[in-house]
């Protein structure tokens, strides 16, 4: 598996990019396809879309969004739920079929679509389900099992 350095089919330095649904997201490349079209999707929408595919079916929280997609800056809800709703529409999603983000009042988001994780040799593994493969006597456990801890910041804070 080549790496972002020798990539082909421009994939992650883990070598994976996440499919859901028929799209799939090369976070390496900061692009999204839907087909063989690319979305034209902005920097702040891809950082949130990227967030959902790392943590399919979890409950991210309003603030826990916020602190990894605006980490140093001091913003209000309405723009995280602006760049939420710009990305439904990308998707595709409806406001009475909510195939892929769903919105737990209150708390925060959850993506509900499956993810996996794509590599160039185009074998599919279930993001919430990652195995460990043996491959010519050499054991790689896929990166994105990982757990991300983004700091705390103080939002009374105003931006320099």
């Known amino acids: 598996m080549e790496?972002?350095?020798?990539s082909k089919n421009g994939t992650t330095n883990n070598g994976y990019r996440y499919a859901f649904g028929e799209f799939v997201l090369d976070p390496a490349n900061r692009t999204c396809t839907h087909g063989d079209e690319a979305l034209p999707i902005s920097g702040k929408v891809y950082d949130v879309l990227l967030a959902f595919v790392e943590n399919p079916g979890r409950l991210l929280s309003k603030d826990e969004l916020i602190d990894r997609?605006?980490?140093d800056e001091?913003?209000?809800e309405g723009n995280l739920?602006?760049?939420?709703?710009t990305l439904r529409k990308l998707l595709g999603d409806t406001q009475k079929d909510h195939k892929y983000i769903l919105t737990?009042?209150?708390?925060?988001y959850r993506f509900v679509a499956d993810v996996r994780s794509v590599d160039d040799q185009a074998s599919e593994t279930t993001v919430?389900?990652?195995?460990?493969e043996e491959t010519d006597s050499v054991t790689t456990i896929p990166?994105?099992?990982?757990?991300?801890?983004?700091?705390?910041?103080n939002r009374s804070a105003p931006v320099r």
Do not use: D
Not at 81 to 85: I, T
Not at 143 to 153: G, K, W
């Open 74 to 76: 001091f913003v209000e």
């Open 143 to 153: 990166v994105t099992s990982a757990v991300y801890r983004y700091p705390a910041r």
């Open 104 to 108: 737990v009042p209150g708390h925060g």
């Open 81 to 85: 739920a602006r760049n939420v709703s």
């Open 3 to 6: 790496t972002v350095s020798g």
């Open 69 to 71: 997609i605006w980490a």
């Open 128 to 132: 919430e389900n990652l195995q460990i």
